[in-house]
């Protein structure tokens, strides 16, 4: 799938775990103003790949107030403006998974550009990497595009964040890097991974920072719990759900 839509730089896609849930319905209504039709409450979502990185930037909107956020926009922020005008949709604030240059590079500019919105996460433990973007940038020899970053809001484990009236529980899951979070929609049964887990692998812990053992615990203590049917979108390559991952990925098989 991922390899097949290359060259097309905007992904639209609509996975089934998207529908319209019961709880969602309630979540959304309690977030609309009493005028606005509560049939369809379901999240849309596109995928813009960022930076030399290949980063899956994200949108995510309400599919019936077209309001929605960017998360991890880590460079390229002319073509996450040009996507987000392509969709349609007016974004309320911005979300960070972790503080890695390819995810949160394009923040600052980004936010600036739309009106300063609101950036949410990660976890402060990776406050000082995001500080660091620049530097990192240079070490990887693609200096000058991805700038430093802060936050707004600070996460921690057990937080929710909203988003169009949608929420998300707060995982802290560290080991890819000490401040990821995994942010997960109960009513919609879907999760946005950052680089915790991806389709038929883990994120990178050779990085300074990293544990192994802290990203393994994580997945199998707060992750596979999830859900086998959760869907989600992680910070590169494919979508999964937790089920296949934890059928067939050999980290945690
Ligand atoms: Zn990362
Ligand atoms: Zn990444």
Redesign the pocket.
């Known amino acids: 799938m991922y390899g097949a839509e290359k060259g097309r730089r905007l992904r639209i896609f609509l996975p089934r775990a998207l529908s319209v849930g019961q709880n969602a319905k309630n979540e959304i209504g309690a977030a609309m103003t009493a005028s606005s039709p509560a049939a369809s409450s379901r999240f849309n979502a596109a995928i813009v790949p960022v930076t030399p990185?290949q980063?899956n930037c994200t949108l995510l909107w309400d599919e019936t107030t077209k309001v929605g956020c960017v998360v991890d926009p880590?460079g390229d922020v002319p073509d996450i403006l040009a996507a987000i005008k392509e969709v349609g949709i007016r974004i309320e604030k911005i979300l960070l998974t972790h503080g890695?240059l390819?995810?949160v590079g394009g923040a600052a500019e980004l936010k600036a550009a739309l009106g300063n919105v609101p950036i949410e996460g990660p976890h402060k433990a990776d406050a000082m990497i995001m500080a660091n973007v620049e530097k990192q940038a240079a070490t990887y020899g693609v200096p000058g595009t991805m700038k430093n970053a802060t936050s707004d809001r600070w996460l921690v484990d057990g937080d929710t964040v909203s988003v169009a009236g949608h929420t998300f529980e707060i995982l802290h899951c560290p080991g890819h890097s000490p401040g990821s979070v995994v942010m997960f929609n109960r009513a919609q049964r879907f999760a946005l991974m950052?680089?915790v887990l991806f389709q038929g692998s883990i994120?990178r812990t050779d990085l300074p920072g990293c544990s192994h053992d802290q990203l393994i615990t994580a997945i199998k203590t707060k992750v596979l719990p999830l859900g086998d049917d959760v869907t989600f979108i992680c910070?590169?390559g494919p979508t999964s759900t937790i089920g296949e991952e934890r059928l067939s990925n050999p980290y945690i098989a």
Do not use: N, T
Request: aromatic fraction near 10%.
């Open positions: 990185f980063q880590g890695h390819d995810h950052g680089d994120g910070g590169h």
